[in-house]
């Protein structure tokens, strides 16, 4: 089974834009959100995955990602996803052992801006920069299935 480990924070400065390795953009979709699971489709950089997670809230949850073929999932983003579609720029900031992946909203979901950081262990210390702020990983509204649903404009 493959799990997944990770924590939201939100941001409490911008002192990590200068600490960016990467940016990458991120269309996505739910084809199915709801209490058991979601099955979403993402395009980014000329790529496209079918992911499907547990809805378990915290920070650990069953996970599974396939490639698709990139037509495909511009047709399911356009036909059959949910709306409004997720987008926003993940910007990478490697922080010794992880990688921070800070993720800057677009379209209805504008102004949110929010950090993961995927860990091997639920207990797995890691260093908490200062740029990090308020741990919102027990708070379903900053998931992007909610932010499907609910987009962060409409709170």
Not at 13 to 39: C, F, P, T
Not at 72 to 90: G, I, Q, S, Y
Not at 124 to 153: C, H, M
């Given at each position: 089974?493959?799990?997944?480990?990770?924590?939201?924070?939100?941001?409490?400065?911008?002192?990590?834009?200068?600490?960016?390795?990467?940016?990458?953009?991120?269309?996505?979709?739910?084809?199915?959100?709801?209490?058991?699971?979601?099955?979403?489709?993402?395009?980014?950089?000329?790529?496209?995955?079918?992911?499907?997670?547990?809805?378990?809230?915290?920070?650990?949850?069953?996970?599974?990602?396939?490639?698709?073929p990139?037509?495909?999932?511009?047709?399911?983003?356009?036909?059959?996803?949910?709306?409004?579609?997720?987008?926003?720029?993940?910007?990478?900031?490697?922080?010794?052992?992880?990688?921070?992946?800070?993720?800057?909203?677009?379209?209805?979901?504008?102004?949110?801006?929010?950090?993961e950081?995927?860990?091997?262990?639920v207990?797995?210390?890691?260093?908490?920069?200062?740029?990090?702020?308020?741990?919102?990983?027990?708070?379903?509204?900053?998931?992007?299935?909610?932010?499907?649903?609910?987009?962060?404009?409409?709170?």
């Open positions: 089974m493959a799990i997944e480990i990770e924590r939201k924070f939100l941001l409490a400065n911008d002192s990590w834009r200068a600490m960016v390795s990467k940016s990458i953009n991120y269309r996505q979709g739910y084809l199915n959100s709801d209490e058991h699971s979601s099955v979403r489709v993402r395009v980014s950089d000329g790529t496209a995955k079918l992911n499907i997670k547990s809805a378990t809230i915290g920070s650990e949850r069953q996970e599974y990602e396939y490639d698709i990139l037509a495909d999932a511009h047709e399911l983003l356009t036909t059959l996803c949910h709306k409004p579609l997720v987008e926003k720029t993940r910007h990478l900031v490697v922080i010794k052992q992880h990688t921070w992946e800070i993720d800057e909203f677009e379209g209805e979901n504008a102004g949110l801006i929010v950090a950081i995927e860990l091997s262990a207990d797995e210390a890691f260093d908490k920069p200062n740029w990090v702020g308020e741990d919102v990983t027990e708070d379903i509204r900053y998931y992007n299935n909610q932010l499907s649903k609910k987009p962060y404009t409409t709170w």
